[in-house]
């Protein structure tokens, strides 16, 4: 159930999920102040903004882009998209927030992000590495269940599992991973094709925590019942990631098919948590408040300390030991299930 607001992700579940979803608009008010709309101007003609010049700014501007292999910009900046415009708004943005913090200014955001300083190319490194840091929970979550269901707890007669719920979580895992991995590569670089991954597998992982959350708080075991269950879960999700995709990537739109897929989850778990008898329910609830308080830092949202640390950064590393609860719950799930089968079949 994990995923901003644009979108973005209460349970771990919806709020991990949202943890890679939540828009911006393009119109800010860094990119109206007239003294950096004409440093970019200028620097898009020259290629110099102050004493620094970018070669590639040449190259877009010039006829070399399409010239012998020699004369285009390298492979790496192509791959990247680091081109001239990209560049020049960077360091315009730069120099615009060094002016306005010696007239005592708050910073503001351009094109929809706060003004983050690059490391190494990349453009919001601490989100980067607490999304590879999320993904590494999930990874450990995941293999740490594995081992559990399979090397651990007993197998029924027929060589399978007792615990009726491990090949969704198997699922779950795959897209929470790819979900995060995606998120990492869109705050490295944020471009058109990153951003509907981003979206897309966000919107995949928090879809598919509904359909869990459903399948778990009802118990429905039956093959066909899935099945009836699963198909218009999946027929929607397909039909709104394509539509994002392939028609418009309506930020408006996404919000609230993303918030209506939160919140349904998120109330199953809670009066799941609250009428059940599960040993391990304190940890739905931890879970719940904990996302509830994380997502405060994405309605009171700040600018970055010294460049890097933002309120979504942070929001990002509440996520982590929340993912660790809620594979600890999807553990606890599986023992408590399989000892009630094991007991009646004795």
């Not at 040449?58 to 285009?72: C, E, K, T, V």
């Not at 293999?143 to 007669?157: D, M």
């Not at 992982?205 to 093959?223: K, T």
Request: aromatic letters at 16%.
């Amino acid at each position: 159930m994990m995923a901003s607001i644009r979108c973005r992700r209460l349970p771990v579940l919806l709020f991990l999920s949202f943890s890679s979803i939540l828009g911006v608009t393009d119109a800010s008010a860094g990119d109206a102040d007239p003294i950096y709309g004409a440093c970019v101007e200028q620097c898009e003609k020259t290629g110099c903004v102050g004493g620094k010049c970018f070669q590639h700014c040449n190259f877009s501007n010039g006829n070399s882009i399409d010239g012998p292999w020699y004369l285009q910009e390298p492979l790496y900046l192509r791959w990247k998209r680091w081109d001239c415009q990209s560049d020049c708004r960077y360091q315009c943005m730069l120099a615009r927030e060094e002016e306005r913090k010696e007239l005592g200014y708050k910073p503001v955001k351009y094109h929809g992000k706060w003004p983050f300083r690059r490391v190494y190319g990349i453009q919001e490194p601490v989100s980067v590495a607490l999304s590879v840091l999320n993904l590494a929970i999930q990874f450990h979550g995941w293999v740490s269940f594995f081992i559990l269901v399979n090397y651990k707890l007993p197998f029924s007669p027929s060589k399978k599992t007792y615990y009726e719920y491990t090949g969704l979580w198997h699922i779950y895992a795959m897209l929470a991973m790819n979900s995060w991995f995606w998120n990492a590569v869109f705050h490295s670089r944020d471009v058109e094709l990153t951003e509907k991954l981003d979206y897309s597998s966000a919107v995949a992982l928090l879809g598919y925590s509904l359909l869990l959350a459903i399948l778990r708080v009802f118990n429905i075991r039956d093959e066909a019942a899935r099945v009836m269950v699963a198909a218009p879960v999946i027929a929607f999700l397909t039909t709104h990631i394509l539509y994002l995709n392939i028609y418009q990537l309506d930020y408006g739109l996404n919000m609230k098919v993303c918030v209506a897929l939160g919140v349904t989850q998120l109330l199953l778990w809670a009066v799941w948590a609250s009428v059940s008898q599960h040993p391990s329910r304190w940890k739905l609830w931890l879970v719940v408040a904990g996302g509830a308080i994380g997502m405060l830092l994405e309605i009171f949202d700040f600018p970055p300390y010294w460049g890097f640390v933002d309120a979504h950064a942070l929001w990002h590393a509440t996520t982590i030991p929340l993912t660790y609860l809620w594979w600890s719950f999807a553990k606890d799930d599986s023992e408590f299930r399989t000892s009630i089968l094991v007991k009646k079949i004795k």
